[in-house]
């Protein structure tokens, strides 16, 4: 019962560097998502897949890219890390057909940029 | 924009009592609606989802309602527990496939 699985859990990074947080899923889920959770801004949207072959931007997209590597797997690139990326990032998935599936969420990857 | 918006930001109450969190969202056609928890250092568990067209779900000692009309929900808990204590977020999906959150209620069931 693995559900999503992110890599790393903890991260940190000097600014400038680059690093790819990793996210697999076993629940044959279509679409795949990549928030961020900030003290006092709640959860926010930096990208989606809706199905694989394809990917979306976004509330909070800069600064970040995305790989859908397959349709278990979905990648976030942080390519020159800056201190306001510093944060908690989430990946979740769900069916597609939004209306009655939920999304499932993983444990998270907390990174600090310093 | 859809707006999310959780009251109160916090809550303690004593082991037993029953209590309503309440979510309000500023655009009524939402697809669905999905209350989580999310306990300290970890992810999003969810909870309840409740589709546009259902007024409310229940599991266990948990009871979600909506009205999407009035843009609100409220998540209810019956005898709380001392493990009832997180974080709760609802959140909404409208347009596209992407969850809007709430900055959440962090509750408190001391014993």
């Known amino acids: 019962n693995a559900g999503v699985t992110q890599t790393p859990k903890f991260q940190v990074l000097k600014t400038g560097q680059s690093m790819t947080l990793q996210c697999a899923q076993d629940m044959n889920h279509n679409s795949m998502y990549w928030y961020r959770q900030d003290p006092g801004m709640g959860l926010r949207l930096i990208y989606y897949?809706?199905?694989?072959?394809?990917?979306d931007k976004g509330e909070v997209p800069n600064g970040y890219n995305v790989s859908r590597l397959n349709k278990r797997e979905f990648s976030l690139r942080l390519e020159s890390a800056a201190p306001s990326q510093t944060s908690v990032y989430f990946c979740?998935?769900?069916?597609?057909?939004?209306?009655?599936?939920?999304?499932?969420f993983g444990d998270g990857t907390r990174l600090s940029i310093l | 924009k859809q707006e999310v918006t959780q009251i109160p930001a916090a809550l303690s109450v004593p082991e037993g009592e029953n209590l309503v969190l309440n979510c309000s969202f500023t655009?009524?056609?939402?697809?669905?609606l999905q209350w989580f928890r999310q306990d300290p250092g970890k992810g999003l568990t969810s909870l309840l989802l409740?589709?546009?067209?259902?007024r409310e779900q229940t599991s266990g000692r948990l009871n979600a309602s909506l009205d999407k009309s009035s843009g609100r929900s409220t998540l209810y808990i019956a005898a709380s527990q001392p493990g009832d204590s997180a974080t709760y977020l609802c959140a909404v999906i409208d347009s596209g496939y992407a969850l809007n959150f709430g900055k959440g209620t962090s509750l408190l069931v001391t014993p």
């Open positions: 409740i589709q546009s067209s259902q």
């Open positions: 979740a998935s769900s069916d597609l057909g939004q209306g009655d599936q939920p999304q499932h």
């Open positions: 655009d009524s056609a939402i697809y669905n």
């Open positions: 897949s809706a199905s694989e072959g394809t990917t």
